[in-house]
């Protein structure tokens, strides 16, 4: 585990194990702070992120458990302050089980409630989610299809409260913390420094070891849990029983069954095994099928993962969230050192239904998980999928292509993995879909990605043009008044300031209304105001300009279309505290 911590580039971690046996062994390595090179224990507190949210859905369940609530509850009915913009409210409302299983149809997040320094430790939670304010927009008929959402966690955060009639976390520490053993754990605000200081808390850490101080997140139920390796290993071991507490009835056996089990989607309909159950989702990798949740906060990430038929579990989380570390070797590690018996493939088999090429073409991402920048997130996370033999190939501009092997059914299996890993289906809007059981991607002309990505690349092309021969104008004393490249030259310029001033906040102001991002918004706004005026004087003066003169102008006219387009798609100007 050091070595990887060294070769990844993490300062410290903690883990636990489960064995068969029920026995637990937990463990540490590295530094607990980088600054004095404390060594990390194995008793040391950390953060963990959404893997708060396993912990969350549990005390939920206890509710229900306790018959003071039901999976099948309308939302709305909880708490009649929650409502919901849902265009299938009066056949599919969004109920108490569709938060869980994430698959209420909720986006995941704004900028703003997670990249902010403006939340505290006490904001009411209608206010995080902006419950208080308006209602939340359903972006898919609830129960249909898996969309990771912090802000569903949020609103089952004010569901507990509804229903106890206190804090969360004060409710949660009490009934399911401690009610668990789980003692050197908290669902209450911990930090490094200050009023909520942990002296037993590890410091978070960006890369190069930069420190990370925690910091109060707006949506907190589902990312604010400080524990230790110990108590997981606890927590881990309860989710591996029979839903009992000290001999007594704590979580009700249908439940428990659930934990990992997904219902309802159309991809379970279709056949495809994995999914997101009630509590974790269920994950097969290094040969093993598990059920698991990752976390990652300001300084930390860490995994979850239980192994029901071999009785197993392991714990794990580092003191850094670095984006490049390949965190699954620790992961792997653990598995490995679990000795957990191997589990046989499911076999191949050649299709049996009609021919794959009719399911070829391009598919987006349905939902988004940010609807503000989806139109921006289809051109750059879409799949290209077409037929290789009896293969399917996936290919996008992130990864290399993919080959599924088929299972017959529609399903299909990627390497290094034992169950079927995708399936083709006809969604509830009659439109073809693939997916992964955690993401559906759903099908579009070819000409929804080319078009606006192609005038978009015109419009960065242009803009680049614009900037270069402006500046060669400015140095060579051509750039006059009269010149139609003088105010976009200018406009173009004056987008250093935001960038320098993005450049010098906090990442966590990212979602702030900031100096930074408020010049951002008036310069991003300013630059095709510019550009259309700019253009207008060269098409006036087109007859008697120089050549020069006209390619330019015809330069900054190419550009309007995809200013044109991040206008309609109200990207423009681009206020980043309402992404």
């Known amino acids: ?6 070769e990844e580039g993490l300062q410290g971690a903690v883990w636990a194990t489960v064995a068969a046996d029920g026995s637990t062994v937990s463990d540490a390595a590295g530094v607990r702070d980088a600054a004095n090179r404390m060594p990390m224990q194995d008793s040391t507190r950390v953060h963990v992120g959404s893997v708060a949210k396993a912990v969350l859905a549990i005390g939920v369940l206890r509710l229900v458990s306790q018959g003071r609530l039901s999976l099948e ?7 009649p302050a929650i409502r919901f913009d849902n265009h299938w409210e009066t056949t599919h409302p969004v109920r108490v089980r569709h938060l869980l299983a994430h698959t209420a149809g909720l986006e995941n997040l704004k900028l703003g409630q997670f990249f902010s320094l403006r939340a505290t430790a006490d904001v009411p939670l209608a206010t995080a989610s902006g419950t208080e304010r308006a209602p939340l927009r359903v972006l898919s008929q609830p129960g249909s299809r898996f969309s990771y959402s912090n802000l569903g966690y949020t609103v089952l955060g004010q569901v507990i409260e509804a229903i106890s009639g206190e804090r969360y976390e004060t409710w949660m520490d009490r009934e ?88 309802g989607t159309e991809a379970v309909r279709a056949g495809l095994p994995l999914g997101h159950g009630l509590v974790l989702v269920g994950r097969d990798r290094h040969g093993q099928i598990g059920g698991c949740h990752p976390g990652n906060t300001v300084g930390y990430w860490a995994m979850l993962c239980i192994f029901p038929q071999q009785r197993s579990a392991f714990f794990v989380a580092t003191n850094t969230d670095n984006e490049d570390a390949k965190n699954e070797r620790l992961n792997q590690r653990l598995v490995e050192a679990l000795a957990l018996p191997p589990i046989a493939s499911v076999q191949s ?21 940010m609807p503000a920048i989806a139109p921006l997130q289809a051109l750059t996370d879409f799949v290209r999928m077409d037929t290789a033999g009896d293969q399917l190939r ?4 992130s990864k290399d292509a993919q080959l599924l092997q088929p299972l017959g059914k529609r399903l299909f299996r990627a390497d290094g993995r034992v169950l ?7 969604g509830e809007d009659g439109q073809p879909v693939l997916s992964d059981g955690l993401r559906s991607h759903v099908r579009v002309p070819a000409w929804r990605i080319i078009v606006p990505g192609l005038l978009l690349s015109i419009t960065m092309i242009g803009v680049v043009i614009m900037m270069l021969a402006g500046g060669v104008l400015a140095i060579r004393g051509k750039l006059r008044w009269q010149h139609p490249v003088l105010l976009p030259f200018l406009a173009g310029t004056a987008l250093l300031l935001p960038i320098a001033l993005l450049h010098r906040q906090s990442l966590l102001e990212l979602g702030d209304r900031t100096v930074a991002s408020m010049s951002l918004a008036g310069v991003s706004l300013l630059l095709p105001l510019a550009l259309v005026t700019g253009t207008a004087a060269g098409l006036h003066g087109w007859r008697r300009a120089e050549r020069g003169t006209r390619l330019l102008t015809a330069c900054l006219l190419a550009t309007l279309p995809g200013f044109g387009l991040l206008a309609a798609w109200q990207l423009l100007p681009l206020r980043l505290w309402l992404l």
């Open 176 to 263: 399911v913390l401690s009610a668990l053993g789980m003692r050197d754990s908290t669902f209450t605000y911990t930090t490094q420094t200050g009023t909520h200081a942990d002296p037993h808390l590890a410091m978070g850490h960006f890369e190069q070891a930069r420190p990370a101080p925690a910091v109060p997140t707006f949506l907190r139920p589902g990312a604010q849990l400080t524990t230790t390796a110990d108590d997981m290993a606890l927590f881990a071991s309860f989710l591996l029983g029979d839903g009992s507490n000290a001999g007594q009835p704590f979580i009700a056996m249908d439940l428990m069954n659930a934990v990992t089990a997904p219902a």
């Open 394 to 397: 996936l290919r996008s501009l």
């Open 420 to 426: 079927p890993s995708h399936v083709l289906l006809m």
């Open 73 to 79: 509850t309308p939302v709305t009915a909880v708490d």
């Open 349 to 369: 088999a050649s299709p049996t239904t009609t021919s794959l090429s009719q399911w070829n073409g391009f598919y987006i991402r349905s939902p988004q998980a």
């Open 1 to 6: 585990m050091q070595q990887i911590l060294d």
